[in-house]
């Protein structure tokens, strides 16, 4: 079975400075890696996804993440924190292949953005 | 809208009475996934439903839970004789294509359900 960690549940940047979400993943088969973003009572929106080729995936908002297999990590970044950042982010996996759908989620990571 | 749409936003009931939750997925979307969203415990997959196949529930909690789709579009996820801890947020997904190949899952903007 499949499992995230995110390491931090909160995570506080200052407007402008790097933003770095840790995502660590465990799966005995080649995995699908998803970010998503849950901003106030709102549903949750994909920020990025890998599932195969380049190991670096560029998302939207200026999100990015790269996948790691030798770590079995998945870290999301953005260079210059904004504001508008501020919000829930939920790392998850879907093993690939045929008859996998269900996504298994990390606990979430709440930013917050100080001016 | 072309969204996946929850109803209602917020349920507040009282412990023992049965609650009924509606998701209404995209047009055209044949795969569609209940996730309930607790304090403590993240995002926890309930159950998938995939065209006419039969659903997979084996994310249900308890045999409180259950979930109907009928003919292949709206869904209801019901919960029997609730109880405190099923307070939580219950998101509702679709996606294009179930099961074999990669496919985005589109999320609704919950239901936030408060047991008393």
């Known amino acids: 079975a499949q499992s995230v960690t995110q390491l931090g549940s909160h995570v506080s940047v200052s407007e402008g400075a790097l933003v770095l979400l840790r995502c660590n993943y465990s799966s005995s088969v080649p995995p699908y890696l998803f970010w998503y973003v849950q901003y106030p009572n709102q549903g949750l929106q994909l920020l990025l996804k890998y599932t195969t080729g380049a190991t670096l995936v560029k998302g939207i908002n200026g999100f990015e993440a790269e996948f790691k297999k030798s770590e079995t990590s998945f870290h999301l970044t953005k260079p210059s924190a904004h504001m508008s950042d501020a919000a829930e982010y939920f790392c998850?996996?879907?093993?690939?292949?045929?008859?996998?759908?269900?996504?298994?989620f990390g606990k979430g990571t709440k930013l917050s953005v100080i001016p | 809208g072309a969204g996946v749409s929850q109803s209602p936003s917020n349920k507040v009931t009282e412990k023992g009475k049965d609650v009924e939750l509606r998701c209404d997925p995209i047009s055209g979307h044949t795969a569609l996934y209940w996730y309930r969203q607790s304090l403590g415990q993240g995002l926890e997959f309930l159950i998938y439903f995939q065209g006419n196949s039969a659903p997979d529930k084996s994310g249900l909690p308890s045999d409180r839970f259950s979930a109907e789709r009928t003919g292949g579009s709206v869904s209801t996820l019901t919960i029997q004789r609730t109880q405190q801890e099923d307070s939580a947020v219950y998101l509702c997904?679709?996606?294009?294509?179930?099961?074999?190949?990669?496919?985005?899952?589109?999320f609704g903007p919950g239901t936030r359900l408060t047991v008393l």
């Open positions: 997904a679709s996606s294009s294509v179930g099961g074999t190949t990669y496919n985005e899952q589109f």
């Open positions: 998850a996996v879907r093993i690939s292949g045929a008859g996998s759908y269900q996504l298994t």
